[in-house]
């Protein structure tokens, strides 16, 4: 069975970083390119950055709006992807999905709140 | 960017009756060299992750119901959950694939 769970997410203050995990089993990790999509409170989904598998050069795309302060990458030896963000802004309060896939989002986690505050 | 515009923002639909709901990109995501729409839906539960309906326009993801069914090209699609249950009670989210930005629908929340 395919399982992504998120962790890392809290409370921060604005201007600090969070680093989120996506800890994945149940299929055969580095075949498969991951993404991250968040929802801010009362918004529509938003996607916010993909990394493609090391067989298509590992190559990375961010949304506009988290480009130069978020980071994504992955660890194949340990089935995980993560999200690197710095430079954190009150609008990038939202619950933060990782998900299976760059074009076709065929599974995601149950999400992981990330909330800007001071 | 595309900007994916869906209509109506929400919807009130009888058990067993059918919803229909619409969705517009703001410039076509019909890819000419392999005539595919790079265009989904997806159902949100409150609590729940996204789930994947329907990909390239009108293909059903494996265990998705055929009472689901999406049709379209171009600019201009629409999914159809025909003989609704109350377990379709839902937000459902167009997205287009075509190019990066991704984006998503505003959803449409349907209820019964």
């Known amino acids: 069975e395919v399982q992504l769970v998120e962790s890392g997410g809290g409370l921060v203050q604005p201007g600090r970083s969070l680093r989120l995990s996506c800890t994945t089993s149940g299929f055969i990790f580095g075949d498969y390119a991951m993404s991250w999509v968040r929802q801010a409170p009362g918004k529509e989904l938003e996607w916010v950055s993909f990394?493609?598998?090391?067989?298509?050069?590992?190559?990375?795309d961010y949304a506009a709006s988290v480009k130069g302060r978020f980071t994504i990458s992955r660890d194949d030896s340990k089935n995980i992807a993560y999200l690197q963000m710095n430079s954190l802004k009150t609008e990038d309060t939202a619950v933060y999905y990782c998900?299976?896939?760059?074009?076709?989002?065929?599974?995601w986690g149950r999400g992981t709140l990330v909330t800007v505050s001071s | 960017d595309i900007v994916m515009t869906q209509s109506p923002d929400s919807l009130a639909v009888s058990l067993g009756e059918r919803a229909t709901i619409n969705c517009k990109s703001s410039?076509?995501?019909?890819?000419?060299?392999?005539?595919?729409?790079?265009l989904a839906w997806y159902q949100h539960k409150p609590g729940q992750p996204p789930k994947l309906l329907i990909y390239?326009?009108?293909t059903r993801e494996s265990g998705v119901p055929n009472r689901f069914s999406g049709s379209g090209s171009g600019t201009d699609f629409t999914l159809t959950i025909s003989r609704l249950q109350a377990d379709d009670v839902a937000v459902y989210y167009c997205?287009?694939?075509?190019?990066?930005?991704?984006?998503f629908g505003q959803g449409t929340k349907l209820e019964i």
């Open positions: 390239w326009a009108s």
């Open positions: 410039q076509s995501v019909l890819y000419s060299s392999d005539n595919k729409n790079y």
């Open positions: 997205h287009q694939y075509f190019t990066t930005p991704y984006t």
């Open positions: 998900t299976r896939g760059r074009e076709l989002l065929e599974y």
């Open positions: 990394i493609k598998s090391k067989l298509y050069g590992g190559t990375t």
